[in-house]
C-alpha cells in the first residue's frame, strides 16, 4: 500500500511539462493540484477512522475512489478539471491509505524495541514504490501521453483494495505492543496538547512536507530547464526511491539504538547542504542523478524516527491520529512547496528562491529539534489509568 498511495504521491512531477502543454495551463496550475492532493492526504481524518473501526475498512474503499480519480484525471480538460478530480478528490482518497493508516497499523502490532526499524521499513516501501513507478510512468508516457498513463494505473488500487479486503481483514485481532494502552481519546489529547516535545515535533515535520514535494513536483522540470534530458531527469527522480530504502531502514535502524531527536536535526542539516550542492555545482546529468542519490538516503528518512517517537511520547494506541496530525503538519508543508514552486516560476521564470528557502528551512528545523527529549513515556503515561 505504501508502495503504490504514497510512491504515487512523489512521482507525479514527471507529468508536469505533459499536462501544463496539453491543458495550456502554467506550471502554478499542476502544482495546486499537487499540492491540494498533498494537503488532502495530510487530513486526519481517516486515521481516526482507521484506529476507531479498523484499518481495512478504510484502505478498501480508499483504493476504489483513488482508482476513480485516476480515471477522470484522465479525461480532464481544464486545468480547473485537473485539480478538482487530482487535487481533492485523489487527496481524500489516499488520506485513505496513506503513510498515517500503515503507520498505526504497524505501529501497534510491532515490539517497542523493533518499532522504529520496522516504521523504517514501511517507509522503505513507499520509496521503492517512487523508484518503480517513475521510470515506469516516464517509459509510457513517451510512449502514448500522460492520460492513457493515467487510466492505466487505475487498476492498480483496485488491486490493493482487493489484497487488502483478502488479507487485512484479521489484522484488527492480532496481539498489541505493550503500549497500546486503553485510554479515552480526550484524555490522550490533552497529553498532546501539553507536551512540548510532540509540538515541537510536529514544527519540525513542516520542512520535511517542504523539501520532499517541492522537489518531487519540481525537480524533473528543473532539471529539463537547464538543460539536462527527460531521461535523465526521470532518473534523478527515480534515485531519490531508490536510496531511500536504504535510508529509511538505515534511520529505522539507528532510531532504535540512538537518539531520535539529534539524528533527525542531523538528517535535516544535511538536506540543506546537499541543496546547497545542487546549486553552487554545475548542474550535468552526473551531478543531477548523485543529488538524487545523496538526497534518497535523507528523504523519507525522517519517518520511522518521527512516527516512532510519537509514539514513545503518546502511546500507540491512537498512533494512526497522532501520528496523522503531525503528518498534517508535514502536508501543509508540502502545499506550501509544491505550489510556491509553481507560482515563484510562473512569476520570475526561476525556482531559485525555494531552492534558498528550503537550506534554510532545513537548518531550522534542525535546530528545532535539538531541544527534543525522551522525557516521558507512554508508560509512564499510562499509570494514571
Keep these: 500500500m505504501a508502495f503504490i498511495f504514497t510512491g504515487s504521491t512523489q512521482s507525479f512531477g514527471v507529468f508536469l511539462k505533459a499536462v501544463t502543454e496539453d491543458l495550456g495551463v502554467g506550471r502554478e496550475t499542476f502544482a495546486l493540484a499537487i499540492a491540494v492532493l498533498q494537503l488532502a492526504t495530510g487530513v486526519p481524518v481517516a486515521a481516526y477512522l482507521a484506529d476507531r473501526y479498523g484499518h481495512w475498512k478504510v484502505i478498501v474503499p480508499a483504493s476504489v475512489v483513488f ?14 478539471q485537473f485539480l478538482a478530480y487530482l487535487g481533492f478528490l485523489g487527496g481524500i482518497a489516499i488520506s485513505g491509505a496513506s503513510m498515517t493508516v500503515v503507520v498505526g497499523a504497524v505501529g501497534q502490532m510491532v515490539p517497542v ?5 520496522a516504521l523504517g521499513l514501511v517507509t522503505a516501501g513507499s520509496s521503492a514504490g517512487m523508484f518503480v513507478l517513475v521510470p515506469a510512468w516516464q517509459q509510457i508516457l513517451n510512449l502514448v501521453g500522460w492520460r492513457t498513463n493515467f487510466a492505466l494505473f487505475a487498476l492498480v488500487p483496485l488491486a490493493i483494495g482487493l489484497m487488502a479486503f483478502i488479507f487485512l481483514r484479521d489484522t484488527d485481532k492480532m496481539p498489541k505492543s ?12 490533552k497529553r498532546a496538547r501539553k507536551n512540548r516535545d510532540y509540538l515541537l515535533l510536529t514544527a519540525g515535520f513542516f520542512v520535511c512536507g517542504f523539501h520532499v514535494s517541492f522537489i518531487a513536483a519540481h525537480l524533473p522540470a528543473y532539471l529539463s530547464d537547464e538543460g539536462v534530458s527527460a531521461t535523465a531527469a526521470a532518473l534523478a527522480l527515480a534515485m531519490i526511491g531508490l536510496f531511500n530504502i536504504f535510508g529509511s531502514a538505515i534511520s529505522g535502524r539507528l532510531g532504535d539504538r540512538y537518539r531520535r531527536s539529534r539524528l533527525l536535526a542531523i538528517i535535516y542539516s544535511l538536506r540543506g547542504v546537499v541543496i546547497f550542492g545542487l546549486l553552487v555545482l554545475p548542474l550535468t546529468e552526473f551531478t543531477a542523478i548523485a543529488f538524487g542519490a545523496l538526497m534518497g538516503l535523507l528523504w523519507l ?9 510519537v509514539a514513545h511520547l503518546l502511546g500507540a494506541r ?20 509544491v505550489w510556491l514552486g509553481g507560482r515563484v516560476y510562473d512569476a520570475i521564470g526561476t525556482y531559485d528562491p525555494i531552492w534558498i528557502a528550503g537550506i534554510a528551512l532545513g537548518f531550522a528545523s534542525a535546530l528545532i529539534h535539538l531541544p527534543i527529549g525522551d522525557r516521558r513515556g507512554v508508560m509512564a503515561a499510562a499509570a494514571a489509568y
Design 67 to 80: 482508482a476513480a480519480a485516476m480515471l477522470l484525471t484522465a479525461q480532464a480538460q481544464t486545468g480547473l
Design 113 to 117: 524495541r523493533r518499532r522504529s526499524f
Design 178 to 189: 505493550a503500549d497500546v494502552i486503553d485510554e479515552p481519546f480526550v484524555e490522550m489529547l
Design 301 to 309: 528518512a525522517t519517518v520511522p524516527l518521527t512516527s516512532s517517537t
Design 318 to 337: 491512537y498512533l494512526a491520529v497522532m501520528f496523522g496530525t503531525t503528518f498534517f503538519s508535514h502536508q501543509i508543508g508540502s502545499f506550501l512547496g
